[in-house]
Structures are given as C-alpha cells and as structure tokens.
C-alpha cells in the first residue's frame, strides 16, 4: 500500500504539460507581409526527462486562421521559461490581408509537445498590424 503510494506521488500527471502559447495580443507582420512575427513562450515546469533541472524545450507547430481560412503556419523551438519571436510564413494568398493600416483579428493554434511525449494545444486571437507605410 505504501509502496502504491510513493510511486503515485512520484508520477507525473498528464495534466502538468500545459503547453506553448502566444504571448501578448498583437503582432506585428514583416515588410511586404512576408512573416507574422509572433512571441511564442514555453512554460515554468516543462522536462524534456525526469531528472530536475535539465534542459528542455517545447516543441511543435502554430497555426493562424482569419475567418476560418488558414494565413500562416511554420514549427517552432523555444526553450523553457523562454520566449522567442517566431517567423511565421504567410500564405501568398494572404498577403493582401496585412497590409500596412489594417488590423484584421486572427485566431490562432499552438499544438506543442514536450521531451516526455505529452501533447499540449492552446487557442486564441490576436490582431496583427503592419508598422510600414502604405
């Protein structure tokens, strides 16, 4: 019964891998609209083994959506309790979308993984702006 005890204790959840994220809630597209220059952060807690406090890293791909159709995609690698400005290519079809003086809102999907083979996705939007001028 002890013995039962001490290893569930020692077990890591499923839950404890919560995943890599967008942080902030706009960002920003590159001249002629080329990339979404998107912050993505790997959080506090993530192990790439069991052994505390080796090096680790959150890993996996984002996906950006406007009105259901996909803008931008590309993988990412950030390390833990980093965060990283990512180059995400846009779509030549979507070009158009940011150019300089709109903001469209554009959701997201971050689907990330970390060195133990648990599985992560998060959701959300932000609203992308365009720093040159027309």
């Known amino acids: 019964m002890l013995a039962a005890l001490a290893s569930a ?3 890591v959840p499923a ?12 960002v920003s597209a590159t001249y002629a609209a080329k990339h979404l220059l998107v912050r993505i952060a790997c959080p506090p807690g993530t192990r790439s083994t069991p052994r505390e406090g080796d090096f ?3 890993t996996g791909s984002a996906r950006f959506f ?5 803008v931008a995609s590309g993988p990412f690698s950030v390390r833990t309790y980093d965060s990283h400005i990512e180059k995400m290519l846009v779509r030549p079809s979507a070009k158009p979308l940011f150019r300089p003086g709109r903001r469209p809102t554009v959701s997201y999907v971050v689907r990330s ?3 133990q ?4 996705t998060n959701r959300g939007t932000f ?7 027309r």
């Open 127 to 133: 609203t992308v702006y365009n720093p040159f001028k």
């Open 56 to 58: 680790s890293f959150c």
């Open 15 to 26: 839950s404890a891998f919560s995943g890599a994220y967008v942080r902030g809630s706009s």
């Open 117 to 120: 083979g648990q599985w992560a």
């Open 66 to 70: 406007h009105r259901g159709r996909l």
């Open 9 to 11: 204790a020692l077990a």
């Open 113 to 115: 993984h970390d060195g």
